[in-house]
């Protein structure tokens, strides 16, 4: 299986700051990374796929990036509605794991 | 509108059986892969296994082989996840999810979950 690694766990930003969240995989799995947003009591929503390709309806503050092993999720300016846990997932091969998620909190 | 409508809330004793069950509309059910992921109490999201609706083909992790049973009815445009004998430690929020080939295999659809208890 390969094993995501997400970082950091957690983080307290500010509206309007710049974060970035990183996942890490145990083998090279060329484009194959998404990256999801999930707020309490609900379903995860996709917002990137292919490691930078945009959902359709996601802001454009949203960005990845990355290859190989190592991928990046940015917020550019964040959201009052961007407040939430954000999950990784390598659709590489199955079976298809997820990271272990970044909680992103209000400072 | 493209959706995957799940059943209800269940409270189950260790030891019975449960079947949950996702539902899609809006597009041709057939021709997508069909996912379920658990979410534990407070925990992460883990990828349990998927169905083919066309065809039945199914796909397990590991750590969930032998343990439920994914399957689908295609003439209800209907997938399912069921136990045959429930344990404490399957309490959790199961999603069902589409799988896009047109998204390199992500889950661009969920349902909106369903939540198992088990307790004596």
């Known amino acids: 299986d390969i094993q995501m690694t997400q970082s950091p766990s957690s983080l307290s930003a500010s509206v309007g700051d710049r974060i970035t969240i990183t996942c890490r995989a145990s083998?090279?799995?060329?484009?194959?990374l998404n990256w999801y947003q999930q707020k309490p009591g609900k379903a995860p929503r996709l917002l990137i796929y292919?490691?930078?390709s945009l959902q359709s309806g996601v802001p454009s503050r949203f960005s990845g990036s990355g290859s190989g092993t190592d991928f990046t999720l940015t917020i550019s300016s964040l959201q009052p509605e961007d407040f939430a846990t954000y999950f990784c997932?390598?659709?590489?091969?199955?079976?298809?794991?997820f990271g272990g998620g970044t909680k992103v909190e209000i400072k | 509108e493209v959706q995957l409508v799940q059943s209800g809330a269940e409270v189950k004793k260790p030891g019975e059986s449960l079947k949950i069950s996702c539902k899609g509309s809006g597009y041709i059910f057939n021709s997508y892969w069909i996912g379920w992921v658990r979410q534990m109490p407070g925990k992460g999201l883990e990828w349990m296994g998927i169905?083919?609706?066309?065809?039945?083909?199914?796909t397990y992790s590991p750590s969930f082989q032998g343990q439920v049973t994914i399957s689908a009815d295609k003439s209800i445009s209907t997938a399912y996840l069921q136990w045959s004998s429930l344990k404490a430690s399957d309490t959790a929020m199961y999603y069902c999810?589409?799988?896009?080939?047109?998204?390199?295999?992500?889950?661009?659809?969920w349902g909106q979950g369903t939540m198992v208890t088990v307790s004596s």
């Open positions: 083998q090279s799995m060329s484009g194959y």
């Open positions: 169905i083919y609706p066309g065809d039945s083909d199914t």
């Open positions: 997932q390598q659709s590489y091969s199955t079976p298809r794991t």
């Open positions: 999810a589409r799988q896009d080939w047109n998204a390199l295999a992500a889950f661009d659809i």
């Open positions: 292919s490691a930078s």
